[in-house]
Structure formats: C-alpha cells, structure tokens
C-alpha cells in the first residue's frame, strides 16, 4: 500500500510570517496537530502543537511560525510505502510527512492516518487461485446390483 492511498490532500499551510495565534487558531477550526510552513512553493518547515505549547500567548513578545517552526523536514512521496513511511516516522520521532510531487505539496500523512490504517486492517485484495472441483466430472459409476 502506498501513501497516495492514505494521504489527505487538503493540507493547511501558513507562510513564514504568519503569527503564532494564527497558527494556533488554524490548528484549534481544523482539528489538526500539524501545520506545513511554506514560502512560495517550497515546503521550507513544520509547526506542531508541541511547539506552540512550549511558548504561552500572550506572554512573550509576538513570535512568527517561522520562529517556532521546524526546519529540517522529511518528506515522502506519494509512491513512499506505508512502511517506509511509518520507519521514517518512527526514526525521527516525528508526526506527520509532508507528501511531495514533482516540487510541490500534495498531502500529508500523519501517525493518527497510519494508526487508523492499523486499526482498520490494511484490506488488500489478495489473488485467489483457481479451484478446481473435481466433484461430479468424468463417467460415473453404476451401482452394480447384486444378484
């Protein structure tokens, strides 16, 4: 199974600028924990709940999301098998993939997808052979009467 299959493709962004209240806003109407910072097209860091928790609002001066974002990003691609996926995950303790095509952003995958897949059972078409049943073919045999 590949990540083209679980990825969600409507994925909320924020540029380097925007203000960490609106960040925390975008995350509080979009029930989500991650927000994907870009400039241009370019997918340039992460912002997390986690690190909008680290600073209070309200009680430090006004920061950006490029201040609390995450620089260094992994990403994946949508062919990325969940496994893989989820290896990378789980390498970098991190909770989410941008998903990349061909230079730009086109969706996000999350350990919450990856566990939903998990508790759902990953339902794939398995390739069933032929059976052959070999009941009722060829000549059949009389019972031969007694005399």
Do not use: Y
Request: net charge positive; aromatic share 2%.
């Amino acid at each position: 199974m590949r990540l083209k299959e679980i990825m969600k493709r409507d994925v909320v962004t924020l540029g380097t600028e925007a203000a960490e209240d609106e960040a925390r806003e975008q995350m509080r109407r979009n029930r989500i924990h991650h927000i994907v910072v870009t400039r241009g097209a370019d997918v340039v860091g992460i912002v997390s709940d986690r690190d909008l928790e680290t600073f209070e609002p309200g009680t430090r001066i006004a920061r950006t999301v490029g201040d609390l974002m995450t620089p260094s990003v992994a990403t994946a691609t949508s062919t990325t098998t969940i496994r893989e996926a989820a290896n990378l995950m789980r390498g970098r303790t991190i909770g989410c993939l941008p998903v990349i095509e061909k230079g730009r952003l086109a969706g996000i995958v999350t350990t919450s997808d990856l566990l939903t897949l998990l508790g759902k059972g990953s339902e794939r078409p398995v390739n069933q052979t032929k059976r052959w049943i070999m009941k009722g073919r060829g000549p059949r045999r009389k019972a031969s009467a007694s005399v």
